[in-house]
């Protein structure tokens, strides 16, 4: 993977976001997380579903539910030029 930080899209008080989290953490990987409810157009974009991985890179995004292998994929496959 680049050197483009992931976004975790989160809400305060959910714990999948906090599985999602730790996830991103064991594998050491830069990344920050994102209250959507700092942001209207987030709430809008991820309401529910979060959490979210985003890839900046490419604008990639890997949403809950998601396994680590699908974790594993996602953030091991290039970033596709196509998508902006």
């Known amino acids: 993977m680049g050197q483009c930080e992931l976004v975790l ?9 906090e599985v999602a989290a730790g996830m991103l ?9 994102q ?5 209207l157009n987030l709430i ?6 979060v959490p979210v991985v985003y890839r900046p ?5 890997l949403a809950w539910p ?5 974790l594993r994929s996602f953030l091991d496959s290039p970033p596709d030029p196509r998508r902006d």
């Open 9 to 17: 899209y989160t809400r305060p008080d959910c714990h999948l976001c």
């Open 57 to 61: 890179e490419d604008g990639a995004e």
């Open 25 to 33: 953490e064991a594998r050491g990987l830069g990344w920050r997380a």
């Open 66 to 70: 998601f396994t680590e292998a699908a």
């Open 44 to 49: 809008r974009r991820y309401g529910d579903r």
């Open 35 to 39: 209250n959507i409810e700092t942001d």
